[in-house]
T-cell receptor, first 113, second 111 residues
Framework: DAGITQSPRHKVTETGTPVTLRCHQTENHRYMYWYRQDPGHGLRLIHYSYGVKDTDKGEVSDGYSVSRSKTEDFLLTLESATSSQTSVYFC????????????FGPGTRLLVL | GQQVMQIPQYQHVQEGEDFTTYCNSSTTLSNIQWYKQRPGGHPVFLIQ?????EVKKQKRLTFQFGEAKKNSSLHITATQTTDVGTYFC???????????FGQGTRLTINP
């Protein structure tokens, strides 16, 4: 498996609180992605990054922000968590973008009460 | 917007039966990728197809890329309990370095 870690792996939080999830890679890959996975919806892209400080929105970006200040770290922040953001969040990395393999992290299970 | 549709959404088979999942894109794709996710796990890359009409095999798994590069299929011969999981296809989004994933086909197997 590629060197990708996500933290925390599990989190329970309350509605209205900010939450930050971290994705860390040791592969020096240029592209990093945040997905959420919910039953019946497959993998939906939240935000992605194509370099340090270069990010773009995915299909479900409302309520989320990201930052990438170093190649190895990509942070996903839920500004004010809502119950609809209860999900499993996956980070993925790629060296060449969409033309080659994406390697996924182990995921973070987030429960918003 | 660009879409990738995958059918069926669920498939339950008896061990030893064959299984096929189909993937259709609304646009022509430069390549198509297949991923497998075991229950409780994360998606893992299986294969990438690039050429029109390409067929690749991995043991009991056969992957095809359509002539028009808009559809693809994954066929598993004689399923085993280790094949349980969700299979996703994905294609590059036009104009951006991101993938568009199908909804996945969840395969369950009766031993």
């Amino acid at each position: 498996d590629a060197g990708i870690t996500q933290s925390p792996r599990h989190k329970v939080t309350e509605t209205g609180t900010p939450v930050t999830l971290r994705c860390h890679q040791t592969e020096n890959h240029r592209y990093m992605y945040w997905y959420r996975q919910d039953p019946g919806h497959g993998l939906r892209l939240i935000h992605y990054s194509y370099g340090v400080k270069d990010t773009d929105k995915g299909e479900v970006s409302d309520g989320y922000s990201v930052s990438r200040s170093k190649t190895e770290d990509f942070l996903l922040t839920l500004e004010s968590a809502t119950s609809s953001q209860t999900s499993v969040y996956f980070c993925a990395i790629s060296d060449v973008g969409a033309e080659e393999t994406q390697y996924f992290g182990p995921g973070t299970r987030l429960l918003v009460l | 917007g660009q879409q990738v549709m995958q059918i069926p959404q669920y498939q339950h088979v008896q061990e030893g039966e064959d299984f096929t999942t189909y993937c259709n894109s609304s646009t022509t794709l430069s390549n198509i990728q297949w991923y497998k996710q075991r229950p409780g796990g994360h998606p893992v890359f299986l294969i990438q197809l690039v050429k029109s009409g390409e067929v690749k095999k991995q043991k009991r798994l056969t992957f095809q890329f359509g002539e028009a590069k808009k559809n693809s299929s994954l066929h598993i011969t004689a399923t085993q309990t280790t094949d349980v999981g969700t299979y996703f296809c994905a294609g590059p989004h036009q104009g951006a370095q991101k993938l568009v994933f199908g909804q996945g086909t969840r395969l369950t197997i009766n031993p």
